[in-house]
């Protein structure tokens, strides 16, 4: 059984236009997040919540826009594309407490390539 | 410049030979984390140090944690062609934070 799954695998699509990726956890954690891969390989947090709560909101464009209808789901939406958004997008989960303290181990999708043309 | 900073960037060496990262991290920490990445997929967690710990093993793998000097190392003993990923060291400060992994390809 997939423990983190994501889609689309794949998403090419052109600039200006808003696109969804969608993400589902079934192991029960409480806490996900929504990463940007870029082409360096350099991977950097763009949002977690915490049992559908926001927690954290690094310095990423209001185009982009998470939303976790309950705490297995941690969808992402983009309006506007544009070319620098092109990467690679990964979910992942994990137990953690809400606020400060000790990360545990997360659990990450198999990521969501994005190429905006 | 990034919390948890790995080195070297690349590794290359050959099947059956000792591979040794290092991740260099600037803050204070609770547990430093070792993730692999192969070729397209997604990070796969392989050890987690506790910032009392000073060294831990999972089967072929040994890490080290030196707070004093801000420092962790992998070490990936007996190498497969299999462990060639790129590897990822993490701190939490309190959020988890990557560092820029290091590429290791093992020859057969």
């Known amino acids: 059984d997939t423990a983190v799954s994501q889609t689309p695998k794949y998403l090419v699509t052109q600039m200006g236009n808003d696109k969804s990726i969608k993400c589902e956890q079934n192991?029960?954690?409480?806490?996900m997040y929504w990463y940007k891969q870029d082409s360096k390989k350099f991977l950097k947090i763009m949002f977690s919540?915490?049992?559908?709560?926001?927690?954290i909101n690094e310095t990423v464009p209001n185009r982009f826009s998470p939303k976790s209808p309950d705490k297995a789901h941690l969808n992402l939406h983009i309006n506007s594309l544009e070319l620098g958004d092109s990467a690679v997008y990964f979910c992942?989960?994990?137990?953690?407490?809400?606020?400060?303290?000790?990360?545990?181990?997360?659990?990450f999708g198999p990521g969501t390539r994005l190429t905006v043309l | 410049s990034q919390q948890g900073e790995e080195d070297p960037q690349a590794l290359s060496i050959q099947e059956g030979e000792n591979a040794t990262m290092n991740c260099s991290y600037k803050t204070s920490i609770n547990n430093l984390q070792w993730y692999r990445q192969n070729s397209g997929r997604g990070l796969v967690h392989l050890i987690l140090?506790?910032?009392?710990?000073r060294e831990k093993h999972s089967g072929r793998l040994r890490v080290t944690l030196d707070t004093s000097k801000k420092s962790s190392s992998l070490l990936i003993t007996a190498s497969r062609a299999a462990d060639t990923a790129s590897y990822f060291c993490?701190?939490?400060?309190?959020?988890?934070?990557f560092g820029e992994g290091t590429q290791l390809t093992v020859n057969p």
């Open positions: 140090i506790r910032s009392n710990e």
């Open positions: 992942a989960s994990s137990q953690d407490v809400p606020s400060g303290g000790a990360r545990n181990e997360q659990f």
């Open positions: 993490a701190t939490d400060d309190p959020r988890l934070t």
């Open positions: 192991l029960g954690h409480d806490t």
């Open positions: 919540y915490n049992n559908k709560e926001l927690i």
